[in-house]
Nanobody, 113 residues
Framework: QVQLVESGGGLVQPGGSLRLSCAIS????????MGWYRQTPGKQREWVAN???????SYADFVQGRFTVSRDTAKNTVYLQMNNLKPEDTAVYYC???????WGQGTQVTVSS
């Protein structure tokens, strides 16, 4: 089993930055992909970014050039650096471990002036 805990959300002005963290515990060796997703009320959860076991990354088109996913293997933590935030980035952000399909509890990001 894998347990995930997100942190780092908050209120930020448009154009600002936040760094989200996802602390991982449990059977870390079994994780192939760590993903970030987000969800707003009334909408389906959408994929934001992935980092795979070999360190490769991929991003949704709407965050290309603004968000960066990274990891610190010594700390068992995955990060999502979010720059140039826009009001439409407001959502609850979740991390997910695959293939076990484990999710964290989410962290709220609000972009507003």
């Amino acid at each position: 089993q894998v347990q995930l805990v997100e942190s780092g959300g908050g209120l930020v002005q448009p154009g600002g930055s936040l760094r989200l963290s996802c602390a991982i515990s449990g059977s870390i060796w079994s994780i192939a992909v760590m993903g970030w997703y987000r969800q707003t009320p009334g909408k389906q959860r959408e994929w934001v970014a992935n980092i795979i076991r070999n360190g490769g990354t991929s991003y949704a088109d709407f965050v290309q050039g603004r968000f960066t996913v990274s990891r610190d293997t010594a700390k068992n933590t995955v990060y999502l650096q979010m720059n140039n935030l826009k009001p439409e980035d407001t959502a609850v952000y979740y991390c997910r471990a695959s293939p076990m399909d484990s999710w964290g509890q989410g962290t709220q990001v609000t972009v507003s002036s």
